[in-house]
Antibody, heavy 125, light 110 residues
Framework: EVQLVESGGGLVKPGGSLRLSCAAS????????MNWVRQAPGKGLEWVAS????????YYSDSVKGRFTISRDNAKNSLSLQMNSLTVEDTAVYYC??????????????????WGQGTLVTVSS | QSVLTQPPSASGTPGQRVTISCSGG????????VNWYQHLPGRAPKLLIY???QRPSGVPDRFSGSKSGTSASLAISGLQSEDEGDYYC???????????FGGGTKLTVL
């Protein structure tokens, strides 16, 4: 069974830093692209960052680029999100997500096939 | 303002069929496949439809997806009270180099 367990959330002051972790189990971690998606209170889902299985491809949303760093440790089946220069707009539940993929004839389609339960990050003075 | 546009709300009575639309552009829905996610109260979001119209195992065939051009739709037939929650469409955007979501549609079962 695929399991994704986030940790590291909590209360932090504006301008502060926080590091989220995601422990993955039940699948071959180094075969999958991994993502972070967040949901602010009363708002919709927002994609945050993505990292390929080999770590070669890394993408960020414009809202976190330059402040957040996604990383992974394939030996430890672990995904991380280092969040710096936090603002109140970063307050959200952060989900760790496995990305499924199917390719045929050189054309690939991708989707978020497994989600963790989420960890709450609150940025407040 | 979300890149993908969904109606903020939808509703129906038990047994009815409801559809939720998702409108995008050439850089996302027009050139990529669409996925739909269900977010029920108190639970983590869950994959509902992938690659425009495919259902993961375990998802009832009451749920179906379709796509035409730069728009997609989610249909739910035989509406049940447990379907009440939020529904999101999503696609990769080639211009933004990232995933985009619709703003979400809150489904109410009357």
């Amino acid at each position: 069974e695929v399991q994704l367990v986030e940790s590291g959330g909590g209360l932090v002051k504006p301008g502060g830093s926080l590091r989220l972790s995601c422990a993955a189990s039940g699948f071959t971690f180094n075969n999958y692209i991994m993502n972070w998606v967040r949901q602010a209170p009363g708002k919709g889902l927002e994609w945050v960052a993505s990292i390929s299985a080999s770590k070669y491809y890394i993408y960020y949303s414009d809202s976190v680029k330059g402040r957040f760093t996604i990383s992974r440790d394939n030996a430890k089946n672990s995904l991380s999100l280092q969040m710096n220069s936090l603002t109140v707009e970063d307050t959200a539940v952060y989900y760790c997500i496995r990305e499924g993929r199917f390719c045929r004839g050189g054309v690939c389609s991708n989707w978020f096939d497994s989600w963790g339960q989420g960890t709450l990050v609150t940025v407040s003075s | 303002q979300s890149v993908l546009t969904q109606p903020p709300s939808a509703s129906g009575t038990p047994g009815q069929r409801v559809t939720i639309s998702c409108s995008g552009g050439a850089s996302n829905i027009g050139g990529r496949t669409v996925n739909w996610y269900q977010h029920l109260p108190g639970r983590a979001p869950k994959l509902l439809i992938y690659t425009d119209n495919q259902r993961p195992s375990g998802v009832p065939d009451r749920f179906s997806g379709s796509k035409s051009g730069t728009s997609a739709s989610l249909a739910i037939s035989g509406l049940q009270s447990e379907d009440e929650g939020d529904y999101y469409c999503s696609a990769w955007d080639d211009s933004l180099h990232g995933w985009v979501f619709g703003g979400g549609t809150k489904l109410t079962v009357l």
